[in-house]
């Protein structure tokens, strides 16, 4: 059993020092969230839009999609229709999906991540295999950093989570950026100000 | 047979337009790197903090596998362990001959090059695609990576654009990286649908949770696991820490030291298996255990493959990847393959100035530097140096452990450079020579500048 052998190994050969895990106290930058995140978006090629209410989040979609696309929409509050997903015999029929429209859990400042959790997510595959993906967050729900990020998410339970901060990209040409890799080819962040 | 880096690296340099080229890459993500680090003035902390936690895991490790194991299991996750390559390989090849799997898509990990997976699964009738564009590129091309984090960072767009024409028949002479980037998009998407199964490297493994965490930009770990039936997911031992709050560390110094981003575009937290399918898991030793011993060398198992140490390094820009003929070259790799095998690799702690720079750039302060100083200690002490390099080093140490002796030396050189023909020092005997003139020698010593002013 190579598991006791592994195991054993270690026990005999590990350093014998105290190595003390160190505390997380750590000096953070703090403050102004929603202006560092917004500035960031650039940064990591995402679209960035704002809106008052979910009723406004409808109209920024609708205005910059439209016509016979292939949509899923993930959130209650957007009145866009789309796909059934519960519908779907086969995950792989998502091919080519124009947009997915989603809500993440909360957004970091300093990178412009947004976590988007299976607790929303019907297939895991969705954020990755649309064309377009639209993610709605929260004002209140941006911290400042990855520190409080994962304090946050601490009570969140999941089988699956992610970050996600800007649409798929690659530079492994030459070093010249490309953006659209194998995920989407496109990302828009809908920043709600008023959430109810 | 393995290539000196001595003999491979003066191949690389023959092309000298390349060369420069390839320096300049590699120096513009140094640059982009430092900008990032810049931005957060907590860096320094954030590295003491990230080494202490690796420390720690490390010195515990055995405790951590167990209470991770346990995490997993319950999460309904298939844990295996794998003393070396081998086993892993045999693992990976039972998992999917169970799952009758034909075509496996796989995102990047060193370990699986470490262990020689894909043509293991080759051999037995599995098709292997790897997923990353860089990856791919060099998985067509039959190459190994020369970088850990930009594997294809050797190649130019033309070659690149060649070679894409040659197997998927696209536009000739069409050197757009977009344009290539979207042609690799549509060949990979097919077989992401296709794909029977899905293998990721691992970038963080939680022990207080039991899961894992992968970082790509492309979304290829992602597309993979979450379309295929049957997820799989290698690492190293070492790639434990023990709680979700210590990600925080690492995720803040992963890509801003790799390629200067804030954060990789995909973070993902793979806890538990799809609904109705299967995750496995296997922990991989391959010498690790005993690595942990070597009381000056234990420390290099916190690297946290961010590839910053090469990027900064001046023999690995101007000698490309390659030329260290091992899975991981640069800096780390040197210091990394003498503990796999003394001998075949006692040459890689002597290609560096020992400037440091890589020291400094480490996000987990890894004494690389040092390190490299050691390896040369040990392996002039041992028996594996070549010949000719033992006695100028004989040589050099009687010169410079004698004041009186070093300082007639210094004399002697400054006049007869000054006094001889070039052709007595520029000649085929003096490597130092080679591709380079010889310096100009001072009209007096420093030492002697020094006594000077003084008075």
């Given at each position: ?149 994962y304090?946050?998410q601490n ?42 | ?205 939680v022990?207080e949770t039991?899961e ?29 820490i023990?709680k979700r709050e210590h990600l925080g ?20 937290h ?186």
């Open positions: 059993m190579s598991r006791k052998e592994i195991l054993e190994n270690i026990a005999k050969n590990k350093p014998s020092g105290e190595y003390k895990l160190p505390d997380l106290n750590i000096n953070t930058q703090k403050g102004k969230a929603a202006e560092k995140f917004e500035g960031i978006m650039p940064k990591v090629s995402a679209k960035f839009e704002k809106a008052k209410d979910y009723i406004a989040v409808t109209e920024v979609i609708r205005k910059h999609f439209s016509g016979d696309i292939r949509i899923v929409n993930l959130i209650e509050k957007v009145n866009i229709q789309g796909i059934d997903v519960s519908k779907l015999k086969n995950i792989k029929e998502l091919d080519l999906l124009d947009l997915a429209i989603i809500k993440g859990d909360l957004a970091v400042a300093e990178n412009g991540a947004i976590w988007v959790s299976d607790k929303n997510l019907p297939h895991r595959i969705l954020p990755f295999i649309c064309e377009n993906l639209i993610l709605v967050i929260d004002k209140k729900n941006i911290v400042n950093n990855m520190h409080e990020a304090r946050l009570n969140l339970d999941y089988d699956y989570g992610v970050f996600i901060a800007g649409p798929s990209k690659t530079a492994d040409i030459e070093q010249s950026l490309v953006v659209g890799a194998q995920g989407p080819r496109n990302m828009m962040v809908i920043l709600v100000e008023n959430q109810d | 047979m393995r290539g000196s880096i001595k003999d491979n690296s003066e191949l690389f340099l023959k092309n000298e337009e390349r060369a420069n080229w390839h320096d300049k890459a590699l120096w513009f993500v140094r640059e982009k790197r430092d900008l990032a680090a810049k931005s957060v003035p907590e860096w320094e902390q954030l590295r003491e903090k990230a080494s202490a936690v690796k420390m720690h895991t490390l010195s515990n490790l055995d405790r951590y596998l167990i209470e991770f194991e346990e995490n997993a299991i319950k999460n309904g996750v298939k844990v295996h362990w794998a003393k070396d390559g081998k086993e892993h390989n045999r693992i990976i090849e039972e998992i999917l001959q169970s799952h009758q799997v034909k075509k496996v898509v796989k995102s990047k990990s060193m370990l699986t090059e470490e262990c020689h997976l894909n043509p293991h699964l080759e051999s037995k009738g599995i098709e292997v695609i790897d997923t990353d564009l860089g990856e791919r590129i060099i998985q067509l091309r039959k190459e190994p990576p020369s970088h850990i984090v930009m594997p294809a960072i050797h190649i130019k767009k033309e070659e690149v654009s060649e070679l894409f024409h040659e197997k998927w028949n696209t536009e000739k002479g069409n050197n757009d990286p977009v344009y290539l980037t979207y042609q690799a998009r549509l060949s990979l998407r097919k077989d992401f649908l296709t794909a029977d199964a899905a293998i990721t490297g691992v970038n963080f493994a022990a039991g894992v965490v992968v970082c790509t930009n492309e979304g290829n770990a992602d597309m993979g696991t979450h379309i295929a039936p049957l997820q799989i997911h290698s690492m190293g031992i070492e790639k434990l023990p560390i690492f995720t803040r110094m992963l890509a801003r030291s790799a390629t200067g981003q804030h954060i990789t575009v995909y973070t993902s793979f806890r538990k298996p799809k609904k109705g399918e299967e995750m496995h898991i296997v922990l991989v030793d391959n010498k690790r255990s005993e690595r942990i011993s070597r009381e000056k060398y234990w420390t290099s198992l916190k690297c946290i493959r961010c590839g910053a140490c090469m990027n900064t390094c001046p023999i690995y820009r101007r000698s490309g990847g390659h030329s260290y003929d091992a899975t991981i070259p640069g800096p780390i790799g040197s210091i990394l393959a003498p503990n796999i095998d003394t001998e075949k690799y006692s040459d890689l702690p002597f290609a560096s100035t020992l400037c440091g720079s890589c020291s400094d750039v480490c996000p987990v302060k890894i004494n690389i530097h040092e390190q490299l100083f050691f390896w040369r200690q040990d392996i002039g002490r041992s028996n594996v140096l070549p010949k000719s390099k033992k006695i100028s080093m004989k040589i050099m140490a009687g010169v410079l452990g004698n004041p009186a002796v070093y300082k007639m030396f210094g004399k002697m050189m400054r006049i007869s450079l000054k006094l001889l023909p070039s052709f007595v020092f520029e000649n085929k005997l003096n490597t130092w020579a080679k591709n380079r003139k010889m310096m100009e020698a001072p009209k007096e010593s420093f030492q002697e500048w020094y006594q000077k002013r003084k008075k």
